[in-house]
């Protein structure tokens, strides 16, 4: 089977106060790991609709893992292309737009890439500059995870953090790490030669889903990484209140994460109040209710 080694950028134990792998905004922290775990997360589902199978060793949400020990175990496991996905970041916070990284000597490597951006920009992401960015040995662009494996790699920088604009689709967007990975997921059927698989739910299906398991809702920004670390944790939707009430469906058991309840009794059948008097007060409860 064609298999991808689906890199998520940095781990959970990599935010830097002074300013690296995320960004603090109006006192809030927001981690880049969460995000690149986000569009991992749904390349893999892509992956496994269209008929490619995957290998991780920087799990979503986990420790970092050392650049050296992936690109080791990307060469040993013999995969046929990695994806390894971040979010970028500049002190010029005008910067924005997509940037997807390749070795500059390595053909099936740029033959990817060029694919990726074409995909993003078919589905009307911005790029920087023209989205393809050449790594070369001794510069800024020397990347250690398209550097090091011996096979197809791409490096993409999914928008700038530091911008403003792009801020908000990284960390404010539930929906924008599902764009990327789709992005992805069609770039890579292309590569691979296989045909992508649309996610199309017929009519019966979706009167059928109107009625769903459970969810998770958030009430503002500062509650979306305990959210989603929670959805992620019982594999089910994180809404946010706009989102969630635009919806024509009925929730078994919702989980609110942030805010009051009030007002949301009309979706669900059950109301778990994981909210607290702020979202480090939030966080323990939500730990609480994992039993961890």
Known sequence: MTTLGNDTGHGSDTFDRTGGKGVIVNGKIYEEHSFNSRVTLALSAHLKRCGIGEKRIQQPNKPEVSLTRRTDFYNAENVDAVISNHANANRNKSIK?????????????????????????????????????????????????????????CLIENGFMTN???FKKIFLDPGYAERCAEAQARALCRFFNKKYIEV?????????????????????????SVGYDLANEKKCGLYNRKSLANEKLKINEL?????????????????IDLSGANRWDTRKKVISYLGK
Not at 255 to 271: A, F
Request: proline letters at 4%; aromatic letters at 6%; a negative charge.
């Open 97 to 153: 737009g997509i940037c997807v990284f390749a070795w500059h000597n390595h053909p099936e490597s740029q033959r990817l890439q060029k694919l990726l951006i074409e995909e993003y920009e078919k589905m009307g992401f911005d790029t920087h500059g023209n989205g393809d960015h050449e790594s070369e040995l001794g510069s800024w662009t020397d990347l250690h995870i398209v550097r090091e494996t011996k096979m197809t790699a």
């Open 200 to 224: 199309v739910a017929n009519p019966q299906q979706k009167e059928e889903e109107e009625m769903i398991k459970m969810a998770v809702v958030v009430y503002s920004d500062a509650d979306i």
């Open 255 to 271: 989980m609110v994460v942030g805010g009051p309840t009030e007002g949301l009794e009309k979706k669900t059948n059950r109301v």
């Open 164 to 166: 403003p604009d792009d």
